[in-house]
Each structure stands twice: as structure tokens, then as C-alpha cells.
């Protein structure tokens, strides 16, 4: 009667130790997804950050190129009004 206890106690252990593998394989992919996830958001973070700069920079430079045809537009009409002024 005991080797047949001791199969019964082995099978059991090893169904066990089977179960645990299993839920440890389930746990590693869902961390597995998790991280995958994060880093597809970081991406995407960066990829927002990188446009809003790209907007920002274009801005600045339709800016700039307004501010030199204010400044022109001003030389020019300053010139006209010394010519009418003589």
C-alpha cells in the first residue's frame, strides 16, 4: 500500500508543478504584452512630441518670414513718405 501512496502524492506533486508552469508561462506573455504596450505608447509620445516641434518650428519661421516683410514693407514705405516730404 505505501509505493501506491507515494505514486498517488507523486502525481499529484507533478500536477501541481505542472499548473504553476503554466500559469507562470500565462504571466510572462501578459508581461510580455504590458511591456510591449508601454513601449508602443512611448513611441507614440515621442512621435507627438516630435510633431508638436515640427509645428512649432514651422510656426517660428512663418513668424520670422512675416516680421521680414513687416520690416521691408516699413523700409519702403518710410522711403516713400522722405520722397514725398522733399
Excluded: C
Excluded at 1 to 25: D, H, Q, R, V
Amino acid at each position: 500500500m505505501f509505493p501506491w501512496s507515494i505514486i498517488g502524492t507523486a502525481l499529484k506533486t507533478g500536477a501541481e508543478i505542472y499548473k504553476n508552469k503554466k500559469k507562470s508561462e500565462i504571466i510572462m506573455s501578459e508581461a510580455q504584452i504590458v511591456h510591449a504596450e508601454k513601449m508602443n505608447l512611448d513611441k507614440m509620445k515621442a512621435m507627438m512630441n516630435q510633431m508638436n516641434q515640427d509645428q512649432k518650428l514651422q510656426q517660428d519661421e512663418e513668424l520670422a518670414q512675416l516680421r521680414a516683410d513687416t520690416s521691408i514693407e516699413k523700409t519702403i514705405l518710410s522711403a516713400k513718405l522722405k520722397q514725398q516730404g522733399q
